[in-house]
């Protein structure tokens, strides 16, 4: 076996590690200006701009944006695709709610945002592989 294979082999990234990481550019790149566009209650704006100006200072490859720019239109597409796995990605890991309120959100059991997550993160990288 060589080293590469064992290194290729450990280093595969999944669906779930992309939506995660997608997670964390979004609210990089999360502008103010785009938060109050997004959002019409005053709580939930400045519970965004408080989100968006937490973060860790991260600074993404030109690679990593355009990778994270075509899991945030895949992301989009699911919009109109299958709401239910569009909302669980939001809630899980956009917003990062535990799965437990998510699944309250959604008026759903745990189980079933935890399955939806899974398919969410399969689709991802099925998008992923399907695009390049």
């Given at each position: 076996?060589?080293?590469?294979?064992?290194?290729?082999?450990?280093?595969v990234?999944?669906?779930?590690?992309?939506l995660?990481?997608?997670?964390?550019?979004?609210?990089?790149?999360?502008?103010?200006?785009?938060?109050?566009?997004?959002?019409?209650?005053?709580?939930e704006?400045i519970?965004r701009?408080?989100?968006?100006?937490?973060h860790?200072?991260?600074?993404?490859?030109e690679e990593?944006?355009?990778?994270?720019e075509?899991?945030d239109?895949a992301?989009?597409?699911?919009?109109?695709r299958?709401?239910?796995?569009y909302d669980?990605?939001?809630?899980?890991?956009?917003?990062?709610?535990?799965?437990?309120?998510?699944?309250?959100?959604?008026?759903r059991?745990?189980?079933?945002?935890k399955?939806?997550?899974?398919?969410?993160?399969?689709?991802?990288?099925?998008?992923l592989s399907h695009?390049?």
């Amino acid at each position: 076996v060589l080293l590469s294979e064992v290194f290729m082999s450990t280093n595969v990234c999944t669906g779930d590690y992309y939506l995660a990481q997608w997670a964390v550019w979004i609210h990089k790149n999360n502008s103010l200006s785009g938060i109050i566009q997004k959002y019409q209650s005053c709580a939930e704006i400045i519970y965004r701009m408080n989100v968006a100006q937490s973060h860790i200072e991260i600074d993404f490859s030109e690679e990593e944006n355009k990778l994270y720019e075509k899991i945030d239109k895949a992301i989009k597409l699911l919009m109109f695709r299958n709401r239910m796995m569009y909302d669980v990605v939001v809630y899980l890991y956009r917003d990062r709610l535990p799965t437990k309120e998510a699944a309250e959100k959604l008026k759903r059991g745990e189980t079933f945002v935890k399955s939806v997550k899974k398919e969410a993160a399969s689709w991802i990288d099925g998008y992923l592989s399907h695009s390049e």
